[in-house]
């Protein structure tokens, strides 16, 4: 079975510029969630969707970033203008929701802004 | 406040050197506690879900314990190929979200 997919896996912009990143979660999987990991603040929960409602965007650090789900198979995280402070590993990971669920991890999208 | 603190921050072994890596929790109404190995230039790999203290589980050289305070990776006689970094995460109160530590780098040098 095919794990997580994120695209692009490498991302590299100049400030003030749009970046969408994108996800494909496991399939029947019900819960999707977007992180970013940096050296300095590890991995970090942005915002996560059950059933793709957002349940929880305290995370996403401004208004600049956005997050939609507009169905169980596709996300897309979204930064609007970026800033070099945006550099980072944004991964996107997916579980079954139940009381206990493991999220399984996809490779990652390593995003440099300029 | 809900913290996870790891420790050390890195660990360098001998091949066939066993030790251990501590997570300690201070979280309001566990639920889970998890393990993931990262390597580099990857997304975290799911190793192991506890639930309660006393709780063990194992996996190949591998073997992870639960207190009502902290989580020990135990790692026997380890291989150049368990070099990777370690996170523990904790799934807490009504919410399915994980909150992660910062991890442990672990070095094993043939």
């Known amino acids: 079975d095919a794990g997580v997919i994120q695209s692009p896996r490498h991302e590299v912009t100049e400030m003030g510029q749009e970046v969408t990143l994108r996800c494909k979660p496991i399939?029947?999987?019900?819960?999707l969630f977007w992180y970013r990991q940096t050296m300095m603040r590890g991995l970090e929960l942005l915002i996560y969707?059950?059933?793709?409602?957002?349940?929880?965007d305290s995370g996403m650090p401004e208004d600049r970033f956005s997050a939609k789900m507009p169905n169980a198979s596709f996300s897309t995280l979204k930064i609007q203008p970026s800033e070099p402070r945006d550099s980072a590993v944004y991964f996107c990971?997916?579980?079954?929701?139940?009381?206990?669920?493991?999220?399984?991890f996809g490779p990652g999208t390593r995003l440099t802004v300029l | 406040e809900d913290q996870v603190t790891q420790s050390p921050e890195a660990l360098r072994l001998q091949e066939g050197e066993s030790s251990s890596l501590n997570c300690s929790y201070t979280v309001s109404g566990l639920r889970g506690l998890f393990w993931y190995r990262q390597d580099p230039g990857k997304g975290p790999e799911f190793l192991f879900t506890?639930?309660?203290a006393g709780e063990e589980k194992e996996k190949e050289r591998l073997k992870a314990t639960l207190t009502k305070k902290e989580s020990f990776l135990h790692i026997t006689a380890p291989k150049p190929e368990d070099s990777a970094t370690y996170l523990c995460?904790?799934?807490?109160?009504?919410?399915?979200?994980?909150?992660f530590g910062t991890g442990t780098r672990l070095t094993v040098i043939p």
């Open positions: 506890l639930y309660s």
């Open positions: 990971a997916s579980s079954f929701r139940t009381s206990y669920n493991e999220q399984f």
């Open positions: 995460a904790v799934q807490a109160g009504g919410a399915n979200n994980l909150f």
């Open positions: 969707f059950n059933n793709n409602v957002p349940i929880d």
């Open positions: 399939s029947g999987h019900n819960s």
